[in-house]
């Protein structure tokens, strides 16, 4: 990841791409907020986008500041920049970002999410996107306080019966 | 979707008072700003004090406050203390016809998407955006200016 990104970020929080050792912190921290264990799911994940990763793919990790070993894992972040999909030029997407909940409010989800976008104007786009269900209200004012606004595109589904 | 006089103004106060922390302004003052008569904007004042959103403080010096949370308190928190934001009421003169139930499905889609919208949206957010403007104004200005002057220096 780019010394940019890592340098911006909170004093106390530091922002790198993800490692094996890392994999059962996020399993862990997924399960407390949502209350889902997925432990299949995330190892699939990491495989995917932290050990063969592509240029476009990104995993990176927030930690606090400290000695090595009492650095603990505080948020992570997922997303890959996907092209001519819907039409749409190359753009960011961000598909999964958690933070520890009692760390909330810290500068954590910021300092990923600006980790991220600093990957991907480094890869050349300049458009981020995510989807957030309408009743998550926390996940939807955090990304509207970073200045996320409603995009071009609307979501659509259909029950198969 | 279009806001109420009292809407706006009450979203425009509530950003004047959040405009620093601790900010006291009379409605007259408010008012001046946005040219509309302390009268109206006593009365939307009063509602929003009802809400617990602004206080009063009397005296000299005295006028409005901001007492809500500004990352927590949403534009949704204000609007709907003076618009009517429920979803497509259910009209008994109308019998519940396909159609109606169609039209109704649909319109409540707007509405769950307005009231997101809407929700999604602090007073703290809402600062930062105005900031953002304010800053992309200040600059496209200053550029006109430098420009101009350039133009002149060119004469």
Known sequence: ?161 | MRLQISTQLAIFAVLELTASEGRQLSVAEIGRKYAVSSHHLAKVMHVMGRAGLVSSVRGVGGGYQFTGNVRRTTLLDVVQLFEDLSSANQNGAIAATPEDQTLREVLNEIDDIVRATLGSITIATMRKLVGRRSNGRDRRAKGTLSQRKKHLRAD
Not at chain 1, 62 to 77: D, M, V, W
Not at chain 1, 91 to 116: D, K, Q, T, Y
């Open chain 1, 1 to 161: 990841m780019s010394k940019n990104a890592e340098a911006k970020t909170d004093t106390t929080v530091r922002v790198r791409r993800v490692q094996a050792d890392d994999i059962a912190n996020v399993i862990a921290l997924d399960a407390r907020v949502t209350k889902l264990s997925k432990a299949e799911y995330w190892n699939d994940v990491f495989l995917r986008y932290g050990r063969q990763r592509r240029p476009e793919q990104f995993f990176l990790v927030a930690e606090n500041r400290g000695n090595r070993e009492g650095s603990r894992l505080l948020g992570f972040i997922i997303g890959e920049i996907r092209t001519w999909e819907f039409g749409s030029t190359p753009c960011g997407w961000v598909f999964a970002l958690s933070v520890e909940p009692n760390m909330r409010l810290h500068g954590v989800g910021s300092a990923l999410l600006e980790a991220i976008s600093s990957e991907f104007k480094k890869a050349g786009v300049d458009k981020m996107r995510t989807m957030v269900a309408r009743d998550s209200r926390l996940p939807l004012l955090f990304f509207r306080s970073e200045g996320m606004m409603a995009g071009p595109y609307i979501q659509l589904e259909k029950d198969l019966v």
